[in-house]
Nanobody, 124 residues
């Protein structure tokens, strides 16, 4: 079973960039699709981005489209979320998740493995 550990979160100013990493244990990472979700205080979990098992298909939430980029390196068992031109409304805890499938989806219940999350705070 894959275990996920997010890192790279922190405090940044509006307009800055940040890259999150999602390190997966085990060899199963290369057989999974991956996604990033986020949850701000008092708000529901929100889909951010997802990527197919082979990295050739991606999907983004409307609020991050054009600013965030999801990628993965299966040789390193690691996924990434590059966040550019950040806004205060990007403040949240960011979670990576995987599902045993080649197909990415923005539906949280379809992801069976989740990390503990990494906090991101964007100040104005």
């Amino acid at each position: 079973q894959v275990q996920l550990v997010e890192s790279g979160g922190g405090l940044v100013q509006a307009g800055d960039s940040l890259r999150l990493s999602c390190a997966a244990s085990g060899r199963a990472f290369s057989s999974t699709a991956m996604a990033w979700f986020r949850q701000a205080p008092g708000k529901e979990r929100e889909f951010v981005a997802c990527i197919s098992r082979d990295g050739d298909r991606t999907l983004y939430g409307d609020s991050v489209k054009g600013r965030f980029t999801i990628s993965r390196d299966n040789a390193k068992n690691t996924g990434y979320l590059q966040m550019n031109n950040q806004k205060p409304e990007d403040t949240a805890i960011y979670y990576c998740a995987t599902r045993v499938s080649s197909i990415q989806t923005n539906n949280p219940p379809l992801y069976g493995t989740w990390g503990q999350g990494t906090p991101v705070t964007v100040s104005s």
